[in-house]
């Protein structure tokens, strides 16, 4: 295993999560123009659509991960 990755796997779960998500981040943003076969664009849109038609039902993306992060 990588020497980086073994390091990675010491970290407390928080330190993990924010690991991967800057990683994410980086990686979409070296990949901006990442192509969406039909399927992927389909959903998006069916998320969209539902979202417009009641917005107060979906929760932030901190509140989630705030949750997330305090159940043990």
């Given amino acids: ?15 993990k999560i ?4 800057t990683i994410w ?8 123009a990442l192509p969406l076969n039909e399927g992927q664009i ?3 849109n069916d998320r969209l659509e539902s ?7 979906v929760r932030s993306w901190d509140d989630f991960k ?3 992060l305090n159940k043990k």
């Fill in 1 to 15: 295993m990588n020497k980086n990755v073994t390091e990675i796997l010491k970290l407390s779960l928080e330190e």
């Fill in 18 to 21: 924010n690991a991967v998500e």
């Fill in 25 to 32: 981040d980086n990686i979409a943003e070296e990949n901006k």
């Fill in 42 to 44: 389909q959903i998006l």
């Fill in 51 to 57: 979202y417009k038609k009641n917005p107060e039902s």
């Fill in 66 to 68: 705030k949750d997330f």
